[in-house]
């Protein structure tokens, strides 16, 4: 008897996996079928967030803080009605919420924004979950590669989400670390015509324009920043917020106007998964005082070869796009 309830148990598991594929692949043949009509994001995020609350259980969502940045309802774009929504939002909603453990204070923020310099509008959703390790990010968006197996997961959810952003010339990113969270960003073009084409890059500050001159020799796109006296941290935050393709900063220590210190803890309170990367020349500039929030990835003596930072970047999880 045993074992025949175990058949039993085994062949169950089976019908509900090959029912949610069935479900999965219902959707993406409804999706295939285009109508392009104008869109107001900010009324779109507020329509999905409002449908996910009710599909997460609320033992769980009590640990979860859910934030969305202001979105004007002015910013309209030229979208796949019901596809953006319903297929890719809500998929990345639910990904976030199971990404975050019952014990853990969750928090899922979803924030959109227009890059003008892309013409395109950009929605990223935001978690502080387990992350993901480099292994799982290498096959993310292949067709029925999952993690949830055990939990009913087709591996279709991200791949179908995937294609429809590319039929749409838009492109789909994510940024994780292991035990600080995921970042997952839609790049959708405002003309639906023009694809997107931007690739992972690395933001590198110094006073001193040979060494930004040799980091750049040496490192794979590299945006080189020469910092002056009118130059400040505030400047560093809106240049990331507006090229989300940045997922490595590295800086001086010692500025003209900035403290490679505080230039960190900042970027880290914004942009957690970003990897920061400080040097210095000054023993003691190595060395922050006290305790400190927001501490960079990495802290190097200089002079320090660049096989030495070239080493650091290739191991550092780079975002996907």
């Known amino acids: 008897m045993p074992a025949r309830h175990g058949k039993i148990r085994v062949f169950q598991t089976a019908v509900q996996t090959m029912n949610s ?4 692949l219902e959707t993406f043949i409804f999706a295939s079928r285009w109508i392009q009509a104008p869109l107001y994001l900010g009324l779109i995020l507020a329509q999905v967030v409002y449908c996910w609350l009710f599909m997460v259980e609320l033992s769980h969502l009590a640990h979860n803080a859910l934030s969305t940045s202001k979105i004007s309802e002015t910013d309209i ?22 990404a975050i453990t ?41 067709p029925f590669f999952t993690t949830r197996r055990d939990m009913e997961g087709t591996g279709l959810g991200l791949s179908i989400s995937y294609g429809l952003i590319k039929e749409h010339n838009g492109l789909i990113g ?11 960003s839609i790049y959708l073009p405002l003309d639906a015509r023009t694809p997107i084409s931007i690739r992972p ?13 040799e980091i750049k020799m040496s490192i794979v796109n590299v945006i080189d920043w020469q ?5 400040n941290c505030d400047d560093i935050i809106a240049y990331l917020e507006m090229h ?78």
């Open 21 to 24: 594929l069935v479900k999965f």
């Open 77 to 98: 774009m030229l979208a796949v009605l019901g596809l953006i929504d319903v297929v890719m939002i809500a998929n990345l909603l639910i990904n976030a919420h199971q």
């Open 102 to 142: 019952p014990e853990r204070k969750g928090r899922i923020v979803i924030t959109a924004r227009s890059l003008d310099r892309l013409n395109a509008i950009l929605i990223e959703i935001e978690d502080n979950g387990i992350g993901m390790k480099k292994a799982v990010l290498d096959h993310i968006f292949q």
């Open 174 to 184: 994510v940024l994780s670390k292991p035990g600080v969270g995921s970042r997952f």
């Open 201 to 213: 890059a690395v933001l590198c500050c110094d006073s001193d324009a040979a060494y930004l001159k």
């Open 227 to 231: 910092c002056g006296d009118q130059d």
């Open 244 to 321: 989300p393709e940045v997922d490595i900063f590295i800086s001086e220590i010692n500025l003209p106007v900035m403290n490679g210190w505080d230039l960190s803890r900042k970027i880290k309170e914004r942009f957690p998964l970003l990897c920061v990367i400080l040097y210095s020349s000054d023993p003691q500039a190595g060395k922050p005082e006290g305790r400190m929030s927001g501490k960079p990835d990495y802290v190097l003596q200089k002079p320090f070869s660049m096989t030495q930072l070239q080493t650091i970047i290739r191991e550092t999880g780079r975002q996907r796009l």
